[in-house]
Nanobody, 120 residues
């Protein structure tokens, strides 16, 4: 079993910045992909950014140039630096990890979510 704990959400004015963190713990051999998703009220959950174990990353078009994903493979931690935030970025942000366990089985895990609210 693996637990993901997010932190760093909060309220900020438009143009401000926040840094989200995700700490993974438990039965982890490696984290293949660590990603951030978000879900706004009344909308489907969507990919914000994801980073593969080798360091390559994908971003949603809506956050390119404003958000930066990073990870610390040794610490099993991931980060999302969010700059120039807009009210449209308001959502619950979730960390997701594609984990290979010690016995080499593989599972997807989600964090509990952290609220990000951007006011105009």
């Amino acid at each position: 079993q693996v637990t993901l704990v997010e932190s760093g959400g909060g309220s900020v004015q438009a143009g401000g910045s926040l840094r989200l963190a995700c700490a993974a713990s438990g039965n982890i051999f490696s984290i293949n992909t660590m990603g951030w998703y978000r879900q706004a009220p009344g909308k489907q959950r969507e990919l914000v950014a994801e980073m593969y174990i080798g360091g390559s990353a994908n971003y949603a078009d809506s956050v390119k140039g404003r958000f930066t994903i990073s990870r610390d493979n040794a610490q099993n931690k991931g980060y999302l630096q969010m700059d120039n935030l807009s009210p449209t970025d308001t959502a619950v942000y979730y960390c997701r990890a594609d984990v290979t366990h010690v016995a080499r089985s593989r599972s997807l895990y989600w964090g509990q979510g952290t609220q990000v609210t951007v006011s105009s």
